[in-house]
């Protein structure tokens, strides 16, 4: 059974930054396209950042040039650096994965997406 499990959320002031870290395991698949989204209360679940199976990467045009999606294959790791954050960044963040053994884009839409890990609250003060 696939699990992912999230951690590095937190409370920081605007303007600073904190790091998400997804593990990913209990797969056997080959490829995988993984992203990140966010909810507030209140609110759809949003697309952050997405990489796909041969590494193209997607950002929604709220965060570009704020936070950088990057994976540690070796380590089934994904991670976010949210850097320059604000307070309309406050949300719970989620990981997702699909797990293919061919080709998969780098989507933002959540129903692309198979698997999901717990979320991890980030809070961002003004």
């Known amino acids: 059974q696939v699990q992912l499990v999230e951690s590095g959320g937190g409370s920081v002031q605007a303007g600073g930054s904190l790091s998400l870290s997804c593990a990913i395991s209990?797969?056997?698949?080959?490829?995988?396209?993984m992203g990140w989204f966010r909810q507030a209360p209140g609110k759809e679940r949003e697309g952050v950042a997405a990489?796909?199976?041969?590494?193209?990467?997607n950002y929604a045009d709220s965060v570009k040039g704020r936070f950088i999606i990057s994976e540690d294959n070796g380590k089934n790791t994904l991670y976010l650096q949210m850097n320059t954050l604000k307070p309309e960044d406050t949300a719970m963040y989620y990981c997702?994965?699909?797990?293919?053994?061919?080709?998969?884009?780098?989507?933002?839409?959540?129903?692309?997406?198979?698997?999901w890990g717990q979320g991890t609250q980030v809070t961002v003060s003004s």
């Open positions: 997702a994965a699909l797990l293919v053994t061919r080709y998969c884009s780098a989507s933002l839409t959540a129903s692309f997406y198979d698997d």
């Open positions: 209990g797969h056997t698949y080959s490829k995988a396209c």
């Open positions: 990489i796909g199976s041969d590494g193209t990467i």
